[in-house]
């Protein structure tokens, strides 16, 4: 049975990146590159995914899970070398394998599987993917003879004035017949200053056995990018975000300003849901219809329903029912729901906290570890003081109450329906129903003191 494989080189250091992290592991909107890659692998129903990881290698496979399987490169001896490791798990399948780097963040699986096809099709023995490069400069040259087939890749140091002259380059993705590369494997020297095994050099050898090597030539660039430092990293994130961008306005969300709109791969957004110019929307977000998430709003694995306004605000790991709001300068910690109708003005912080439908939390109030019931309303300046120095408490609220301003509910505390908390209040003790709770000491009033301050002396 013929197989359909794919070899992700992931086990280079990266000293370029000058980083302490593993290369393969850095983001490009939110995913590591190589997870970019295998996600892109992964939508063509391949058969086996092997990754050759070496620097790193825990990281790597904690980071792509059970999605691939894993051979190790113990010493970094080139990509022949690389794809050796491989044999246990592949040599002796009958198919077609692909090999591609884990730091080539940008190619889509359309392109992949348009590689494959076109493989397939000209019962090639090996397929090199290339593409037209504006300016070739530093790319190894796809030299092709009359009839379309590949004569040889040259580099651009060995490339002649004819040659330097070609615009289409080799993007370092192949696809090869399986049995016919691990075989030529066997025969790849490593006479070159690095002491390495290159993989191209298969390509020599197919050539030199009169084996058909042929190229399909993508004709999007940009995919072809890899990054090997921090300036190519940023380049492929532009790429990728206009990519996203573009993505999200076609299908129905306005952006008002995408060259400064950060947008997460994976993030889901409804349409007709207006983004302004700043914003910053992460990780595993769902965003509804008729949304609004306003300037310079930094949205974080959070679950934002329909109707929604978020107006220059912070969101972590929460949720905000149907035609809820918050803002400006808000900011909604972990574990938080914030129920339907529900509005949080200026200066409020929430915290793995429940506000359910109609409450408003007016302005610079901190709600930390609470259940607030419905159409309660929350004065200016109330503090949920949940911690007592070692542990955290509750605070419930019951529906249709009265906060008032400037008060402190020091958890735990139980406080009813149809309750009323005069400003200025420390609650310290459970309020029953309808009853009014005030805890402050009784105004006095100093006759003449104003007189004897020093200033008016």
Do not use: W
């Given at each position: ?91 002796d399948l009958d198919g ?143 790429v990728m975000q206009n ?81 809820s709001d918050i803002g ?130």
């Open positions: 049975m013929n197989t359909r494989n794919t070899i992700i080189l992931a086990a280079g250091k990266g000293t370029r990146m000058k980083s302490k992290l593993y290369k393969v592991l850095h983001r490009v909107c939110g995913k590591t590159m190589v997870d970019c890659v295998l996600t892109q692998v992964e939508a063509n129903n391949m058969d086996n995914i092997v990754t050759v990881v070496g620097y790193g290698a825990e990281d790597v496979e904690k980071t792509l899970g059970n999605r691939t399987k894993y051979v190790l490169q113990k010493e970094q001896l080139g990509t022949g070398d690389a794809v050796k490791q491989t044999a246990d798990l592949l040599a077609s394998t692909m090999v591609v780097s884990g730091d080539t963040p940008l190619f889509k699986s359309e392109t992949f599987d348009k590689l494959f096809n076109y493989h397939e099709s000209q019962k090639a023995t090996a397929t090199i993917l290339t593409s037209h490069a504006p300016n070739p400069f530093g790319y190894g040259r796809i030299v092709r003879s009359d009839n379309g087939n590949v004569e040889k890749i040259v580099e651009q140091k060995d490339a002649n004035d004819d040659e330097q002259k070609i615009h289409e380059i080799n993007t370092g993705v192949y696809i090869f017949d399986n049995r016919q590369l691990f075989n030529a494997l066997k025969d790849v020297k490593n006479y070159n200053a690095q002491g390495e095994y290159y993989l191209p050099d298969v390509i020599e050898i197919f050539k030199a056995n009169d084996l058909k090597v042929s190229a399909y030539e993508t004709d999007d660039f940009s995919e072809s990018m890899g990054v090997n430092d921090r300036v190519a990293l940023s380049n492929a994130t532009r990519r996203i961008n573009s993505y999200h306005m076609k299908n129905g969300v306005s952006i008002i300003n995408p060259e400064n709109t950060y947008i997460d791969l994976g993030v889901k957004i409804g349409q007709d849901t207006v983004v302004e110019p700043g914003v910053q929307i992460h990780g595993n977000t769902v965003i509804g219809n008729d949304c609004k998430i306003g300037a310079n709003s930094e949205i974080i694995d959070c679950n934002i329903h329909n109707n929604v306004t978020v107006t220059s605000s912070l969101l972590e790991k929460s949720e905000m029912m149907d035609n400006p300068y808000s900011h909604l910690r972990p574990q938080t729901v914030i129920g339907e109708k529900v509005h949080l003005g200026n200066f409020v912080e929430v915290k793995k906290a429940q506000i359910d439908e109609g409450t408003k939390v007016g302005h610079l109030t901190y709600v930390g570890n609470a259940h607030l019931g419905k159409n309660i309303n929350v004065g200016c300046g109330v503090i949920f003081a949940n911690y007592d120095g070692a542990n955290k408490h509750q605070t419930n609220v019951g529906d249709d109450s009265f906060i008032g301003s400037n008060s402190n509910l020091i958890a735990p505390v139980e406080i009813e329906d149809h309750t009323f908390i005069a400003a200025g209040s420390t609650i310290t003790d459970d309020v029953k129903q309808y009853d009014m709770a005030i805890a402050r000491q009784r105004q006095t009033n100093k006759s003449g003191y104003f007189k004897k301050l020093p200033y008016n002396n």
